[in-house]
């Protein structure tokens, strides 16, 4: 293997399906096959007897079916989060799982180009805030990857589409994968590529369109054969359920019905699932898709007449009916020129490249790429007449949708004159809004404060957030200089 250092390559750790891509020689992204030859990798994890990982993405998925006990799957969504989701021969959580998937995907960019990597560009949900980011840079280093640079996953797709193209457009990049939906809105002005706007739903894919199937197979299941299978007594039941449902979704995708046979404790239903029923029982999440969307294009500022394409990700966007129901409100043709499954880690590995070549390690070519932050960030003070944490309110200081990286500071009077002390809550959340709504990320205490005669604003507070979209805050107190900084990461994250 050729050495190591810096090169073009990024990972997008989907929850379904694990993407690897670089950037070639010629300057070109391509998307890295794993062993398999498959594009994507399940995001799929099997132990063995000992509670050791032994199988990853495909292979896992396979073992699912055998011992379904010793699988997990859906996991990324819980980054941030200290919850045991495997107990094997250690406790694994989120990070732990998403760091052996790194890990096997580094593995596989290593052969595919026949080098060392030890860094790469991760993608995210736009909509995550910083725990979550944090906890995805911890995962990688666990896995021996250092984080060029986080993308959030429509920004990639944006600068997928964006690279190269060198012509002034303004496009939505729709993207619905497994487990999030993100929607972006990307300029592109001559060489300069920015993300205005973007809004999400963390916790909306395609495993709610499955599960609604899933439940639909369940119900006439019980109905035709009068069986009530338990998750306890018969997961081998529910893991061909899950696989069935999620089999005739995708052929709904294609065809007008599917008809699935399933059999437990010796007992078989024949189902039949036409698309127009299956629309129907995902009328609410469409609806939410579509909600998205325009809260997006509502968020800076602009119409869908204002905009000129639509582009659409992830494998959930093949969909014919979001399709339909975008093309409807838009006015535009959705457009998947690049794979829909791959556009995020090909944007994401040209996002490397980018870096790279800001750098100096390769040449710089001359593309420009800024993003903008998806919270309102500030810190919460007390409303006029307030007295203690319930009367704290949110003050947004970095709004969502400013460009990163970012620089804010503003000062805060002390509550009284004889006050020696002050305690500063570092919150995201929208402004104006309640501590108890908003994340708090951080705090600052300031102890022996001269006191003063007669109130100032004394207490300054910088922000700033950077390209990662991780956030260092500073608090100075203006009459007596003390001064302390908090660069926030998970591990500050101090609960909701
Ligand atoms: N033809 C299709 N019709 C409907 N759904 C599809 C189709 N092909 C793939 N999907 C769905 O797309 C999802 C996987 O897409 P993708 O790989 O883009 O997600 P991901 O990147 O892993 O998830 P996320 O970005 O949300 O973390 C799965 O839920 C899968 O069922
Ligand atoms: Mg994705």
């Known amino acids: 293997m050729s050495n190591s250092g810096e090169k073009p390559v990024a990972v997008d750790n989907g929850t379904h399906n694990c993407k690897a891509a670089y950037v070639d020689a ?81 593995e596989q960019i290593e052969q595919a180009t026949n080098t060392t990597v030890t860094s790469a560009v991760l993608s995210c949900p736009a909509n995550t805030r910083d725990d979550f980011r944090a906890a995805l840079i911890a995962a990688a280093k ?62 909306l894919g395609g495993r709610d369109f499955t599960a609604r199937l899933e439940k639909r197979i369940l119900d006439e299941f019980v109905r035709q054969t009068g069986e009530n299978p338990s998750r306890q007594d018969d997961p081998h039941f529910f893991q061909e359920l899950y696989q069935k449902a999620e089999s005739a979704k995708i052929t709904l995708s294609e065809r007008e019905d599917r008809t699935v046979v399933i059999g437990c404790r010796g007992k078989q239903a024949i189902v039949k699932v036409t698309r ?19 809260k997006a294009i509502r968020g800076c500022n602009r119409t869908w007449k204002d905009i000129d394409s639509l582009v659409m990700v992830g494998g959930s966007s093949r969909m014919p009916y979001i399709q339909e129901q975008l093309a409807n409100v838009s006015g535009l043709a959705p457009k998947n020129d690049i794979s829909p499954d791959r556009a995020v880690a090909l944007g994401a590995a040209l996002k490397a490249r980018l870096v790279l070549g800001e ?22 003070v007390l409303k006029p007449g307030g007295k203690g944490e319930d009367d704290l309110v949110q003050v947004a200081l970095i709004p969502k949708n400013t460009p990163v990286p970012a620089q804010k500071a503003d000062s805060f009077f002390l509550q009284h004159e004889d006050q020696t002390a002050v305690k500063i809550i570092i ?34 507070v910088d922000y700033t957030l950077d390209s990662n979209g991780m ?7 203006l009459v007596g200089g003390a001064s302390q900084a908090v660069s926030i990461d998970c591990k500050q994250s101090i609960g909701r």
Request: charged letters at 25%.
């Open 359 to 380: 750098k100096g390690v390769l040449p710089h070519p001359g593309i420009f790429v800024r993003e903008v932050s998806s919270h309102d960030l500030g810190c919460c």
């Open 142 to 203: 666990m896995a021996g990857i250092e984080t060029i640079t986080l993308i959030t996953e429509p920004a990639a797709a944006g600068l997928a589409y964006a690279y190269n193209k060198q012509y002034d457009r303004r496009f939505v990049v729709f993207d619905l994968g497994g487990g999030t939906l993100d929607v972006s809105i990307i300029e592109v002005t001559g060489n300069n590529i920015t993300v205005t706007g973007t809004e999400g739903v963390a916790q």
């Open 26 to 106: 010629t300057e070109r992204p391509v998307a890295v096959q794993n062993k398999r030859g498959d594009f994507c990798t399940p995001s799929v994890i099997a132990f063995d007897d000992d509670g050791k990982p032994f199988l990853i993405g495909q292979e896992a998925l396979s073992e699912g079916f055998v011992r379904p006990d010793r699988v997990v799957a859906n996991f990324k969504l819980k980054l941030g989060s200290d919850e045991v989701l495997y107990k094997g021969d250690k406790d694994y959580t989120a990070t732990d799982l998403v760091a052996l998937m790194l890990k096997y995907m580094k």
């Open 427 to 460: 919150a995201q959340g929208d402004d104006g809004s309640p501590l108890k709504q908003c994340l708090k990320i951080g705090e600052i205490q300031l102890d022996n404060l001269p006191k003063e005669s007669k109130r100032t604003q004394r207490i300054k």
């Open 276 to 294: 127009k029923e299956f629309v129907s029982m995902c009328s609410d999440l469409f609806d939410k898709c579509i909600e998205c969307a325009n």
């Open 471 to 477: 956030a260092k805050v500073t608090a100075t107190d």
